[in-house]
């Protein structure tokens, strides 16, 4: 069975770190591109940065340019999200999900063809 569990959230301050993790049980990730998406309260879900199966490619949302970074481990079958110098807008729950069949554009800015997500994971980012 296709599971995705995210892990790593948590508080921290304006301008603090996190890294989260989004753990893939029931097949192999490189034959997916994966997503991380949030949802902050009142708000739709929104796509902040997808990469592709090979992990060549990544998309990011402009409000997160150069201050997150995603990345992705075949051999553990882990995607991870590095953000930096958060900000209160960053805070939400966040997701990753999976598609095997969308581009990293259309999953990331119009959450197409995504098969699976993840539970969530909160970040809140407040002094």
């Known amino acids: 069975q296709l599971q995705l569990v995210e892990s790593g959230g948590g508080l921290v301050q304006p301008g603090g770190s996190l890294r989260l993790s989004c753990a893939a049980s029931?097949?192999?990730?490189?034959?997916?591109?994966i997503g991380w998406f949030r949802q902050a309260p009142g708000k739709e879900r929104e796509g902040v940065s997808c990469?592709?199966?090979?992990?060549?490619?990544?998309y990011y949302a402009d409000s997160v340019k150069g201050r997150f970074t995603i990345s992705r481990d075949n051999v553990k079958n882990t995607i991870y999200l590095q953000m930096n110098n958060l900000k209160p807008d960053d805070t939400g729950v966040y997701y990753c999900?999976?598609?095997?069949?969308?581009?990293?554009?259309?999953?990331?800015?119009?959450?197409?063809?995504?098969?699976?997500w993840g539970q969530g994971t909160q970040v809140t980012v407040s002094s």
């Open positions: 029931g097949f192999t990730l490189d034959s997916f591109a």
């Open positions: 990469i592709s199966g090979s992990g060549t490619y990544t």
């Open positions: 999900a999976s598609s095997r069949l969308a581009t990293i554009q259309a999953m990331c800015a119009r959450r197409s063809l995504i098969g699976s």
